[in-house]
């Protein structure tokens, strides 16, 4: 059987692959191992580095071989101690904003202890380092800032992006997380502030799906904002301009997708976060020939949706052709999602593509996209303007459509009202409502909202978590349609395989792998996405299969392939339990 050492030679862990170069993972937890960095770091500097300090924890006999005795007070504590201690400390802070930066705090001083805290309180802490609360961290990014845990690449480094990404600590990097901050969740253009996004989104990558951190590398470029309040805060981190667009844009992207190649070779993964739409769509077609590149709003999103698609099927019955669906939103998130069940629907029934897409509808700020409005849409919408009059409202265009599937990514909160929701439910027995957008005041409506007003009748899933709601006596279990059950195994299976593109292939198989994972205990509670407990397995799954995707299309360079994926997921990934120093 192989383990990560052996999944990628020592060539291809320089240049890509998961490996483990300093055997920290393949060494018995009782075995020693040597903790790296440019030199053997000891004393204070061992404790002031957050990849290796351990706090209270370091052991006697480590105090006294690296020169430790007298920094600490005397007494030895466990991990799991200094676990439980943490998230006494968390669970103080009444104020989720604390709680975020209790945990920053945490992954800036001892990096193995936040992410034990993360994976082994998943869902509680999900919503810390991630959404909602990581969009008023972004909001107050300038503010709260204290460490910069990420790499700024701004106007000013024009013509010097290489340079800047060799100050980079780490020579090996194998997922960047980009934004330019102009989208930054449902809460609009936030700057250079948005660099929560890619610090939050890699530690997911980590505690979900197994990527050792220090292959993660957080970017935000800086092209200015458009955002008043932020260029007169004084606290705003960012270049204080309006934003560069067109060429200028154009030029400070294609210099940072050159440089990112040229030092970290072909197989880093670049996952743009975040971006609006204007530029997303643009930059994953301009680049997914020359770069392995992953839109996680337009792809990741559409992977995780089609996945409750596929799995709430068990429960409405029907395939996805007999279904109609309506979306509020025609961006990135809602034509992904529309272009992915198109695709997936035309593997199955072996129809052309167009043909499939006359039972999809969407609706932007001027209302349902329709033929008559074609010349002035923006391209990703045109392939969705079908023959129908113009309708304006989403309760109109919910009554003309009538469809079995609502789906909101417009990001703007509170648009399925009471009446849109009593509407789907006049005419679905068990009507699919899902309130993609984030942060949660951006959710197109609560749980307790669907549940109630459809009289416990719909299935209901979010962007942003909610909590169980109890309706006449049963409990609704609502689901986190949230691309972060994707893309950390996605872009794990991508590492794992070599694999030197991204292929809507590997979504689909990507999907299937996530659908596949609920069961009939989850289904009773009206769930149709399996819980975040077990997201480790998830992700180790959802891997395997993308992988085999991509060796099945030949695009995965990590050969030969491993018989076992699963197997080779799961020994992959980052564990966060100490090691040794001896
Ligand atoms: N759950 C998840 O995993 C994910 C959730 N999201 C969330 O989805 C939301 C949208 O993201 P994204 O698609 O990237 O954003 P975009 O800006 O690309 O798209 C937003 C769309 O919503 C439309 N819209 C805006 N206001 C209204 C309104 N009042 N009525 C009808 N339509 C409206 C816009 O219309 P127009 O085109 O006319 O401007 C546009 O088509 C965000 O809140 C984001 O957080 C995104 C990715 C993943
Ligand atoms: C989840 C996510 O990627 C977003 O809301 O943008
Ligand atoms: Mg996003």
Redesign the pocket.
Known sequence: MKNCGDLVDNKSAIVGGVGDMYSEDSATLDQPITPWTISVASGYSLMRDPRYNKGLAFTEKERDAHYLRGLLPPIVLSQELQEKKMMNLIRQYEVPLHRYMAMIGLQETNERLFYKLLIDNVEELLPVVY?PTVGEACQKYGSIFRHSQGLYISLKEKGKILETLKNWPERTVQVIVVTDGE?????GDLGCQGMGIPVGKLALYTALGGVRPSLCLPITIDVGTNNEKLLNDEFYIGLRQKRATGEEYDELLQEFMYAVKQNYGEKVLIQFE?F??HN?FELLARYSSSHLVFN???Q??AA??LAGLLSALRLLGGTLADHKFLF?????????IADLIALEISEQNGKPIEENRKNIW??????LIVRSRKESL?DF?KPWAHEHEPITG?INAVKAIKPTILI?????GK?FTKEVVEDMASFNKTPLIMA????TS?AECTAEEAYTWSEGRAIFA???PFDPFEYEGKTFVPG?????YIFPGFGLGVIMAGSIRVHNGMLLAASKALASQVTEEHYEKGMIYPPLTNIRKISANIAAKVAAKAYELGLASHLPQPEDLVESAEKCMYSPVYRSYL
């Open positions: 959404t989208r930054i969740l449902g809460l975040d609006a739409n997303a996680d709003d337009i990741g999103t995780v949706v509020l939103g025609a961006g990135e998130a809602g034509t992904g969407l609706v932007d700020s001027k209302g923006q919408k989403l909101g990514t417009s990001g703007v648009q993609l957008s984030n942060p951006q979010s962007g942003s986190q349609a949230n691309n972060a």
